[in-house]
């Protein structure tokens, strides 16, 4: 009797041991998964092992950034064991970089993602790691519960999460900066509208030698014109479907019916607007090989005109005003348009698939989004120097905000953000007209899958690079001659290929 209970207890040893070795055999994995799910790879949520997590942003290095992340990772140990490390891919070649990263299978663990920066394709190659509700719960439960679902839905590729997306309202419509002082100095109207624009550019071309009067810089693989956004879209009330193809619906169409825009009269009528203002020495010969920063270029004196969002543009009107070499104004060209909201992938940060560190890393996360004295450390940098606290909800620039800028930290963007006290009334006054016109459409959260129609995504690309781009920018003599090849080139590449995929994809969206 006692012989056996001694073998029974040796036995129920042996298996609690052998349980337990399978548990820890269990924690154990390569991240990736399967298709690229994310499981738990530390074992538990603890953090008493340290880690160093590799973050990559685009966007020039900035001068302060030893300063700024040394105190932020000395708060990000002290929180989460964990300090960042980043690599920073330059404006300049970003879009080269950023696919190769994933290609070579680098390892890192988070990575800057936007629509804009091919997070589509990059979520269905398998290069970020799906975030289930699971790992989203355990990890980064503030941010699952302050997102809204819609912003999570927008996120969604075929129905999985592959990165966090920015929790902010933002309008993604194009405004232009000018310098005021050169408009005044040649008795110029205000600029309004396209027409007024043309005219500031034409007589800076005209005037200024020295100075070009827009800062094109379409060098960086970008193949759309900088202005269509706002000449094309905006002006049209239509949106691309999707950055990849020239695709497009009208916002107030409740088909959602797409329509090729390189084949509309509109676009035939920009081209005209473009090939007059290239033809007037607006933008450089060598327009299409440009690289340099345009914003430090209009500080020097050398560029007399930009496009971007309004968020930008009023912060580089501040920047160059307190400079005092220069006056600088903003101004809304398509003022009477609707204006769109930005989707919640307009910014993002993303795991990757090669993490070694999913747990530690949306902690991370969590952290900057959410808390409060992390997040104004990576938004606005050191306090009393970076910026100055106006409140709790918003700042002003100080003495060295010019050391910690000009990368994508707006991939944290969260209801914490604090809006600049310093931005003039003037653009505060554009934003509070957009308010009242901001507009809102069925297919406004619509994402396009690809995977049916890579290679033909690809080509076209390809095309808009060599055919669209050098058109618009005025460098082809016969503007229709070169429309009609484009649209021939376009066929095929396979446009209509992609137009049936899209559509079928809209159709079902709507439920049609």
Same mark, same amino acid.
């Given at each position: 009797m006692k012989s056996s209970r001694k073998f029974a207890s040796m036995m129920l040893v042996l298996v609690l041991a052998l349980t337990m070795v399978l548990a820890a055999c269990g924690n154990k994995n390569d991240n990736a998964g399967t298709?690229? /799910? &994310?499981?738990?790879?530390?074992?538990?949520?603890? /953090?008493? %092992?340290e880690l160093t997590l590799k973050l990559i942003m685009l966007g020039g290095k900035p001068?302060?950034?030893?300063?700024?992340?040394?105190?932020?990772?000395? !708060?990000? =140990?002290?929180k989460v064991n964990a300090t960042l490390e980043v690599e920073f891919l330059d404006w300049s070649d970003w879009a080269q970089k950023y696919p190769l990263k994933f290609a $070579?299978?680098?390892?890192?663990?988070?990575? *800057? $993602?936007?629509?804009? $920066?091919? *997070?589509?394709?990059? &979520? +269905? !190659?398998?290069?970020?790691?799906?975030?289930?509700e699971d790992l989203l719960k355990q990890y980064a439960p503030k941010t699952l519960e302050a997102l809204p679902q819609a912003a999570w839905d927008q996120a969604k590729i075929n129905g999985k999460i592959y990165m966090v997306p920015q929790n902010s309202e933002e309008t993604v419509d194009k405004v232009v900066l000018i310098r005021q002082d050169l408009r005044e100095k040649y008795n110029l109207a205000p600029v309004t509208d396209p027409a007024s624009f043309a005219a500031y550019l034409k007589t800076i071309a005209a005037n200024e030698p020295g100075v070009t009067a827009y800062g094109a810089r379409p060098g960086d693989g970008w193949k759309w014109h900088e202005m269509d956004d706002m000449l094309l879209e905006q002006n049209n009330n239509w949106t691309v479907?999707?950055?990849? &193809?020239?695709?497009?619906?009208?916002?107030?169409?409740?088909?959602?019916? #797409?329509? @090729?825009? *390189?084949?509309?009269?509109?676009?035939?009528?920009?081209?005209?607007?473009? =090939?007059?203002? &290239?033809? @007037?020495?607006?933008?450089? %010969?060598?327009? #299409? +090989?440009? !690289?340099?920063?345009?914003?430090?270029?209009?500080l020097a004196g050398k560029v007399g005109s930009r496009s971007h969002n309004i968020g930008t543009l009023g912060l580089n009107m501040v920047e160059g005003n307190k400079a005092g070499n220069y006056k600088f104004e903003v101004a809304d060209i398509t003022p009477d348009n609707y204006k769109l909201s930005a989707l919640s992938t307009q910014n993002g940060i993303a795991v990757s698939a090669t993490s070694k560190n999913v747990e530690r890393s949306l902690m991370v996360i969590d952290l900057l989004q959410n808390d409060k004295e992390l997040h104004d450390l990576m938004m606005y940098g050191i306090e009393g120097k970076h910026y100055t606290a106006v409140g709790d909800d918003k700042f002003s620039p100080g003495e060295a905000a $010019?050391?910690?800028?000009?990368? +994508?930290?707006?991939?944290f963007n969260?209801?914490?953000?604090? !809006?600049?006290?310093?931005?003039?009334?003037?653009?505060?006054a554009i934003t509070d007209a957009w308010k009242e016109k901001v507009y809102h459409f069925p297919l406004e959260t619509f994402v396009f899958d690809n995977s049916n129609v890579k290679n033909e995504v690809a080509n076209v690309g390809n095309v808009m690079l060599r055919y669209a781009i050098p058109l618009e920018y005025g460098l082809i003599q016969d503007i229709e001659k070169g429309r009609d090849e484009l649209v021939k080139q376009l066929k095929s590449a396979g446009i209509d290929k992609i137009k049936d995929e899209m559509q079928k994809q809209i159709n079902a969206a709507l439920g049609k």
């Open positions: 298709n690229g /799910t &994310a499981a738990p790879n530390e074992g538990t949520s603890s /953090t008493d %092992k001068i302060d950034y030893d300063q700024v992340f040394g105190e932020l990772n000395s !708060k990000l =140990k002290e $070579a299978q680098e390892d890192f663990d988070m990575i *800057y $993602a936007a629509n804009w $920066a091919n *997070y589509n394709d990059q &979520a +269905s !190659k398998g290069g970020f790691l799906e975030l289930t479907a999707d950055i990849s &193809a020239p695709l497009a619906f009208k916002t107030d169409d409740a088909n959602g019916e #797409l329509f @090729n825009v *390189y084949e509309t009269p509109e676009f035939l009528e920009l081209l005209k607007y473009y =090939k007059d203002l &290239a033809d @007037n020495g607006v933008w450089t %010969k060598n327009v #299409l +090989s440009e !690289k340099s920063d345009v914003w430090q270029d209009m $010019a050391n910690y800028t000009g990368f +994508s930290n707006w991939g969260s209801l914490l953000n604090r !809006k600049d006290d310093s931005i003039p009334d003037t653009v505060n």
